[in-house]
Structure formats: C-alpha cells, structure tokens
C-alpha cells in the first residue's frame, strides 16, 4: 500500500464566487513508504497547494488523499492523528519560531501529542541532533540565533513528532551554500536513519538532482511529468518551456555529445559526469 | 576611471551587539560606474549590512562612504545619494506599496514632487525597460515573483539612479524568475550604462560579472574578475562559499589527475576545455 495516494485530487480556490481558480486539476500520485521526492514547478504551478493536501491543512474540493490508506477527508479525528505522521515544514521556517527558548519550539509538537514527558525530552535532543542544533543553545530565545540556526530549529521540532512522512517546502531558500549543503545533508541522515518518506520542493535543480530518486514535475496544476532524474532532465526543452531548468552540469554533458564526447546521455550530478569523464580518460578512447 | 562609489575603511556594529563582533570590520572597495559587480559571502559575512550603508540607511562607525564624492554621513546629501543609489531587497512582497503596478512604480517619483507629466513618462520608461509595460495596469500581488521583483526594478528605476543595489533579488524565485530578473539587471547595465551591485547565494549568477567582491568577516577577503575569483577554489570553500558547478566540475577532474586548465566559466567555455583535454 502507497504511504501516499491522491486520487483525481482537485483544488479550486474561492470556488463560485468570480475570483474562483483552479490550483490542482486531477492529480494521481502514489508515493511509497522510504521514497525521496523531488516536487519541483514554477511559482504558482500548484506545488504548495498540493503538499497542504498531505496532512489535511487543505482539503480537496475534489478527489481523494489517501494515506496510508486512510482518507483524510473522512473524519476530523483522524486528520489530526495525521498530522503527526505527515510533518510540513513550510517556507521560511524560521518566522514561525514562537517560544522563548529553543527547547521549548522543539517540543512544542511532542508536547501535543500528549507524550510523557521522558519521550518528549527524548525526542527533541534527537531531532535536535540530527539538524545539528547543538544542546548548549536549549535555553537560548530563538530570536538570538542567527537565520540558519533558526531554520534548523524549526526543522527539528517538526523533526520531532517522528513523521514518517517529512515535506519541506523550499528548506534552503536564502541560506548560504554551506548552510544549504549542511541542511540538505541532515535531511539525507534522517531518511535514511528512520525510513521516512521525503517529499522536497525547490526551484534548485541542482539540490533535487543530488538528493531526490524521483521527481514530480508540476504545471499549473498538473502533476505533468513524473519520473526518475535521469527521464525528466533528459527533457531539457521541455523543462525550459514550463519555466524550469536542467543542472548546469546536464547542459555540459550533452555539449559534451554535440562535441562527439561519448558520455551517458543523462548525466545530473558533478560526481556522475566526472566519473564519466574519467573512465574516457583511462580507456584512452578516440574522441 | 572615476569610482561612484568608494568605502574606505568601514566599520559597524549593530547595537546591542557583541562589542567584540563587528558587522563590518575595516571594509575597503571602490566600484566603478557602469559596471556590474557581484558581491558573495556566507550569511552573516556583513554583505547586506554593507549594502545599507551604500545609500546611507545605515552611517558607518568609523571610516566614511562617498558615492559619487558624496559623503553618506553629510545630511544635506542624503537626498541626492538616494537619487544615485537605489535598492531591490530580497522578498518582492515586502516592497509592494500600491494595488496597481504603475502606482507602485510612481511612488518615489511622486514623493520627490515631480510634475505629473514627468512622472507618466519616467514611470513609462521604467516599466518598458523591465519589460513591463504590459503590466502597468495589473494588480502586482497577482504577477508572478519574477514579474514582482520587475515591477521593484522598475520603481528604483523611475528615480533615474545611476547605481542600483540588489541584495538577493532572486533568493524566492523559480528558474525562470530567476533569469528575467537577472536577465533585465544585466540589460541595465550593458545597454543604459547604470551601476549593478548584486549580492547573491548563487554562484551562477557571478559567472558574467566584471567584478567579484568576497567578503568574510565584515571585510572583503577576495576580488577579483570571476575567472581570478573562481580559480582559487579552496579560498572560497574555507570561507563556506561553493563555486559554479561547472568550476568545481573541473577543479575535481584536475585534483583526478586530468590536465585541463581551470579557467573555464561557461557552459560552453567548460564543454571545450573538457573536449580538449580528453583529445
């Protein structure tokens, strides 16, 4: 059984009145347990809409979400039982930060799922360690800490109910590359330390290439493509007509064929086309 | 040629602050008119806070800035340094202040008291010249971010500064978002000659700059053309930066033993370095 399964899922903003718009049309996606999901598509495209149908902050106006078999839309009970299953980390995470210590922000999700006080402790110096948020700043406001810091606090307490489903919507956006490369990489350890499901949005191609097995291409409100990396940036136009791009690294490689290089036709990622590049190089094949 | 905007040895502290960590920590560059200039640095290395120094919303410490000979802390000044630098923040939302894109854009004209006429054709260009105009009617919430980080251009524009600072302009949008607006700065720089000082993450977006500043610590460790920049690899990763992909690309075929020479930027430029080097 999917983790995930939308069915003919349809969301109409303001439907009947005359600022109506249709946000996802149609929308069959099954996603398994221990998947990781690269949602990528141009702004407005549907991407957001969609990840608030996977733990009901949004409920379709048509079709199903299904998880783990579970219809969301069925009783209010079991919607929020899903909540803690489905953890959403929202676009600048750092604005929702609210207690007066970083302690306190973390076990905030723990604490409403009414766990005994020993679990909850547990929980956020777990969460806490896999996104790196050392022990010695508990007891700090969050407002002191500086804007990567923040982020990964605020990744960390939803980190903290345990989900096995983890979306984050654009997690990276406006840190600097260490601090992308860093975030991503904790994302990477909890994926693969618990199995959970990781559903990534971002308008970086080249985060999602090195991180996502899968990717769901959305335009306007379509899920229009959806496949491995290796199928949807092999479709460079295609991508650049909806808006997107392919990883620079895509462009060299198949500048690399026009020029009678014999590399893999898709190559996505700075290690896949060195190596390519490499074993050229050591059988001395004729260019 | 004479600089537009020079900072000579500039500190500052934000207050409440650490006395011992300084924003800014002896910050020297000179910025020549009608270039475009890239500034990088890791999140807290002082580039946005030297940002707000260059049209005077924050005053130095101690050291002095002087666009176009003007020195910032000369309050007589200050208007006419706000006239010759203008700024484009990160989030296009945050500096909307009207519901229809020409009113947005006629805003700072309007305060500066110009005449009704002058304000039609100075808004006018301003919204041909980011590829607007088409727009001028809409409402900015409903325009894409590219479209609303276009329209903020274009409000910076209407003033006619000779120098515009952009600090993240593209940290919220998507690919194509993110080429329009990087696309239209460089426009304005190649063709109508006005200084471009862009702060940015993305490494790609240095690629065509004729200047790259890199600051750490409150103070510029780094500059050069892109090519000198991104050619001392290990420099920018010890101050947290990466390099364009296809830099590293071929900084790690080089550290594999290939002989192929470092300083490829493009797509293109990579592509041959490559081919030859396998030839």
């Given at each position: 059984?999917p983790?995930?399964?939308?069915?003919?899922?349809?969301h109409?903003?303001?439907?009947?009145?005359?600022f109506?718009?249709?946000?996802?049309?149609?929308?069959?996606?099954?996603?398994?347990?221990?998947e990781?999901?690269?949602?990528?598509?141009?702004?407005?495209?549907?991407?957001?809409?969609?990840?608030?149908?996977?733990?009901?902050?949004?409920?379709?106006?048509?079709?199903?979400?299904?998880?783990?078999?579970?219809?969301l839309?069925?009783?209010?009970?079991?919607?929020?039982?899903?909540?803690?299953?489905?953890?959403?980390?929202?676009?600048?995470?750092?604005?929702q930060?609210?207690?007066?210590?970083?302690?306190?922000?973390?076990?905030?999700?723990?604490?409403?799922?009414?766990?005994?006080?020993?679990?909850?402790?547990?929980?956020?110096r777990?969460?806490?360690?896999?996104?790196?948020?050392?022990?010695?700043?508990?007891?700090?406001s969050?407002?002191?800490?500086?804007?990567?810091?923040?982020?990964?606090?605020?990744?960390?307490?939803v980190?903290?109910?345990?989900?096995?489903?983890?979306?984050?919507?654009e997690?990276?956006?406006?840190?600097?590359?260490?601090?992308?490369?860093?975030?991503?990489?904790?994302?990477?350890?909890?994926?693969?330390?618990?199995?959970?499901?990781?559903?990534?949005v971002?308008?970086?191609?080249?985060d999602i290439?090195?991180?996502?097995?899968?990717?769901?291409?959305?335009?306007?409100?379509?899920?229009?493509?959806?496949?491995?990396?290796?199928?949807?940036?092999?479709?460079?136009?295609?991508?650049?007509?909806?808006?997107?791009?392919?990883?620079?690294?895509?462009?060299?490689?198949?500048?690399?064929?026009?020029?009678?290089i014999?590399?893999?036709?898709?190559?996505?990622?700075?290690?896949?086309?060195?190596?390519?590049?490499?074993?050229l190089?050591?059988?001395?094949?004729?260019? | 040629?004479?600089?537009?905007?020079?900072?000579?040895?500039?500190?500052?502290r934000?207050?409440?602050?650490?006395?011992?960590?300084?924003?800014l920590?002896g910050?020297?560059?000179?910025i020549?008119?009608?270039?475009?200039?890239?500034?990088?640095g890791?999140?807290?290395?002082?580039?946005?806070?030297?940002?707000?120094?260059?049209?005077?919303?924050?005053?130095?410490?101690?050291?002095?800035?002087l666009?176009?000979?003007?020195?910032t802390?000369d309050?007589?000044?200050?208007?006419?340094?706000r006239?010759?630098?203008?700024?484009?923040?990160?989030?296009?939302?945050?500096?909307?202040?009207?519901?229809?894109?020409?009113?947005?854009?006629?805003?700072?004209?309007?305060?500066?008291?110009?005449?009704?006429?002058?304000?039609?054709?100075?808004?006018?260009?301003?919204?041909k010249?980011?590829?607007?105009?088409d727009y001028?009617?809409?409402?900015?919430h409903?325009?894409?971010?590219?479209?609303?980080?276009?329209?903020?251009?274009?409000?910076?524009?209407?003033?006619?500064?000779?120098?515009i600072?952009?600090?993240?302009?593209?940290?919220?949008?998507?690919?194509?978002g993110?080429?329009?607006?990087?696309?239209?700065?460089?426009?304005?720089?190649?063709?109508?000659?006005?200084t471009?000082?862009l702060?940015?993450?993305?490494?790609?977006?240095a690629?065509?700059?004729?200047?790259v500043f890199v600051?750490s610590?409150?103070k510029?460790v780094?500059e050069?053309?892109?090519?000198?920049?991104?050619?001392n690899?290990?420099a920018?990763?010890?101050?947290?930066?990466?390099?364009?992909?296809?830099?590293?690309?071929i900084?790690?075929?080089?550290?594999?033993?290939?002989?192929?020479?470092?300083?490829?930027?493009?797509?293109?430029?990579?592509?041959?370095a490559?081919?030859?080097?396998?030839?």
């Open positions: 059984m983790t995930i399964k939308t069915q003919a899922l349809t109409i903003y303001s439907q009947g009145s005359p109506e718009s249709i946000a996802l049309e149609n929308i069959n996606i099954e996603i398994s347990q221990g990781f999901v690269g949602l990528i598509g141009h702004t407005g495209s549907g991407k957001s809409t969609f990840v608030q149908h996977l733990n009901g902050l949004l409920l379709p106006t048509g079709g199903r979400v299904l998880l783990d078999g579970v219809d839309n069925s009783s209010k009970k079991l919607r929020h039982e899903m909540r803690f299953k489905v953890g959403l980390v929202f676009q600048y995470p750092e604005y930060l609210f207690e007066d210590t970083v302690y306190k922000d973390i076990s905030f999700g723990p604490r409403n799922m009414k766990l005994s006080k020993a679990e909850i402790d547990e929980r956020v777990e969460a806490a360690g896999f996104v790196g948020v050392p022990e010695e700043i508990f007891e700090k969050p407002l002191e800490l500086s804007g990567g810091q923040k982020r990964r606090v605020a990744i960390a307490g980190i903290a109910m345990r989900p096995s489903v983890l979306v984050l919507d997690p990276t956006a406006g840190l600097d590359p260490e601090g992308c490369e860093s975030i991503l990489k904790n994302i990477c350890d909890y994926h693969e330390a618990t199995g959970a499901t990781v559903i990534l971002s308008h970086s191609m080249e290439a090195r991180y996502a097995s899968r990717l769901i291409v959305f335009v306007d409100g379509h899920a229009a493509m959806d496949g491995s990396p290796e199928e949807i940036f092999s479709q460079a136009d295609r991508l650049r007509t909806i808006g997107l791009d392919v990883p620079v690294v895509t462009d060299i490689a198949s500048r690399l064929k026009q020029l009678n014999d590399v893999p036709d898709c190559c996505y990622t700075i290690s896949q086309l060195k190596s390519a590049i490499l074993s190089k050591k059988e001395g094949a004729p260019c | 040629m004479k600089p537009i905007i020079q900072v000579k040895d500039v500190y500052f934000y207050e409440g602050d650490d006395p011992l960590s300084s924003a920590n910050t020297t560059l000179d020549e008119q009608g270039r475009f200039v890239v500034i990088l890791h999140n807290g290395s002082g580039k946005s806070t030297l940002a707000k120094h260059l049209n005077g919303i924050l005053l130095p410490d101690k050291g002095c800035i666009v176009d000979g003007m020195d802390r309050e007589t000044k200050l208007l006419e340094i006239r010759t630098v203008g700024m484009v923040f990160q989030n296009p939302d945050n500096q909307m202040v009207a519901s229809v894109v020409e009113d947005d854009v006629a805003f700072a004209p309007e305060n500066l008291g110009y005449p009704p006429e002058e304000i039609r054709l100075r808004v006018d260009e301003a919204l010249l980011v590829d607007m105009y001028r009617l809409h409402s900015p409903l325009l894409s971010g590219g479209q609303k980080q276009r329209v903020a251009i274009a409000g910076v524009i209407a003033m006619r500064p000779r120098c600072v952009l600090d993240e302009p593209t940290a919220m949008l998507d690919p194509a993110r080429h329009e607006v990087i696309d239209t700065i460089k426009r304005l720089c190649r063709e109508h000659g006005i471009i000082i702060i940015t993450h993305h490494m790609n977006e690629i065509d700059a004729d200047r600051m610590n409150g510029v780094s050069g053309t892109p090519k000198e920049v991104f050619s690899v290990e920018l990763k010890a101050e947290g930066l990466t390099v364009p992909d296809s830099v590293e690309l900084y790690q075929l080089r550290l594999a033993g290939l002989d192929i020479p470092k300083e490829a930027l493009t797509v293109e430029e990579t592509a041959q490559i081919a030859t080097a396998l030839k």
